[in-house]
């Protein structure tokens, strides 16, 4: 089985390469949904939450504390650093168990950052999505409510972590050229 990693900037439409899949039958794991999952269900990752937060991290009902959580790491930015160096890896054993479990010549797995986390290790393919930045800060701020600049600050923060890798698939969702065709193609190559 080939593990594909789909990435891409904020509104590239990694998400939207990924629903293409899922209705195609093919399996997707999301890394962003499941993160928010582990931290809120990984018995040890939680506990190693609570090591470096404290108890607060996580409300009386046992569930994660984000908006506490960014406050914390808004005024002490090495904690987003500690914080990822946690997950990051709680994310890459789940991803592990879940390929093993996957049938079929593909499995997918979409990111936006992948040289952080550790998936390039994981990839044997590659997809990168890409989008015009004006199109991006667009899609992003009709479903966020951010401003042009806020967006535009993620984009340029993405775009510092994550460089392209020499091989990969790149496909562009310019809202001009079919997307359909493209994953048609990767999928064939």
Known sequence: MRRVIITGGIGSGKSV???MLLV??????????????LIDTDSSLKAAIVELLGKQAYDKNGHYDRQWVAQQVFTDRSLLDKINNLVHPAVLRDIERWSQQQSGSYCFVETALMRQSGLNMLA?????VTAPDTLRI????????????????????????EAPFDEEIVLVNDGCRPLL?????????
């Open 17 to 19: 390469v990924s629903h």
């Open 24 to 37: 195609m039958g093919y399996p997707v794991y999301d890394c962003d949904s499941r993160a928010i999952d």
């Open 124 to 128: 044997d393919v590659i997809w990168r």
């Open 138 to 161: 667009d899609r992003v701020r009709r479903r966020s409510g951010l401003t042009a600049h806020q967006v535009m600050e993620r984009i340029e923060a993405q775009r510092s972590k």
């Open 181 to 189: 065709p493209q994953v048609m193609a990767a999928l064939q190559a």
